[in-house]
């Protein structure tokens, strides 16, 4: 066992030459910068809270979301240590820094440190709640790097919290309220992405799946078939009640952000396809960067709802108004 963890603190179970000036490429590379979509979570409540053109507001959210930036990629650095072994016996993540041996784990480890410690220090500037979410997060994502990954279900739904929290953070960062209805929202979005990349891994790793990632012999994919359903189905449900809600309503002066759904129907369908492709469906940032369609939809249902909330703090400027 010591000899182990031994081998894991000294890379001396991947043996390839380091250079010294190709560190920063590949601990960039181990942070996963094209993961920070999933940050992006953390502007929900700005736009929904129609602080968006709000100067203060708005600098506080991008403080928030590149606070998270560091703390979600501390966390990944840190995650692919602890997955060392599986890593190295996955077709595809067999290439990442660390499990090919091109990044030295004394070296990722520092960096992950560095990356945390830079995300709590910004996070200070946000408020004592702030970094407590902050905080909650890292707790959170460590356990489930530690062990919770493991755990049928339970490994999916901690994923989901993480972009709940994210909501949450986004929320106090502006000192607002969250709607109950967004944090429901962004749950069970979050949850249908969670078990969309378990079924396309278990899909595409076949009866290997368990030996890259444990928790995949606990799963089927006709269970996790028909929990998509289920989540899909819940998802746009729960977005079409907060867009009719009487508070929502109140709130905007309108009950125009039903017509939004349609975008989201679209956009949630045409992941639920484009994951049944094995080259794009383990990764969710992935597809919504490559996916013109979906990522066009993404962006005019964001456009939608901005011109829905905006309109009456705005309208004053339109001609004839």
């Known amino acids: 066992m010591n000899e182990q963890v031994s081998a894991l603190l000294t890379d001396k179970a991947v043996a390839v030459p380091h250079s010294k000036f190709s560190w920063p490429a590949h601990i960039v590379a181990a942070a996963r910068p094209h993961q920070w979509t999933k940050n992006l979570f953390i502007l929900a ?41 599986e890593d190295r016996a996955h077709p595809e993540k067999c290439k990442r820094p660390l499990a090919s041996g091109q990044l030295p784990v004394s070296t990722a480890l520092a960096a992950a440190a560095l990356l945390a410690a830079t995300a709590f ?11 407590l979410v902050a905080l909650l997060y890292f707790g959170l994502v460590l356990a489930y790097c530690l062990g ?17 929290l994210r909501v949450v953070a986004g929320a106090v960062a502006i000192a607002v309220t969250a709607s109950h209805w967004l944090i429901v929202c962004a749950f069970l979005l979050a949850l249908f992405l ?15 799946a368990g030996s890259h990632r444990s928790v995949l012999d606990l799963y089927t994919v006709g269970y996790l078939g ?17 867009a009719v809600a009487p508070e929502t309503v109140e709130k905007f ?16 369908l045409r992941y639920l396809a484009l994951i ?34 905006y309109y009456e703090t705005y309208q004053h400027l339109i001609p004839g108004q």
Request: proline share 3%; hydrophobic share 55%; net charge negative.
């Open 121 to 131: 220090f910004l996070s200070y500037f946000l408020g004592l709640y702030f970094f």
């Open 45 to 85: 409540p700005l736009l929904f809270a129609g602080l968006l053109t709000d100067p203060v507001s708005l600098g506080r959210a991008v403080l928030a979301f590149s606070a998270f930036c560091l703390l979600s990629s501390s966390l990944y650095i840190f995650n692919d240590w602890t997955d060392l072994d």
């Open 148 to 164: 919770l990954k493991r755990m049928m279900v339970l490994d999916c739904m901690i994923i989901a919290l993480g972009f709940v």
């Open 276 to 309: 049944e492709d094995p080259k794009t469906g383990g990764n969710p940032s992935k597809v919504l960067l490559e996916d013109k369609p979906l990522l066009l939809t993404l962006v005019i249902w964001a456009a939608f709802n901005a011109g829905i909330i």
């Open 194 to 208: 969670a078990f969309s990349k378990r079924r396309q891994e278990l899909i595409a790793l076949s009866s290997d």
């Open 253 to 268: 002066h309108t009950d125009a952000l039903i017509y939004g759904t349609v975008f989201v129907i679209y956009g949630m």
């Open 226 to 242: 028909q929990v998509n359903v289920v989540l899909v189905a819940a998802s746009i449900v729960c977005y079409a009640l907060y």
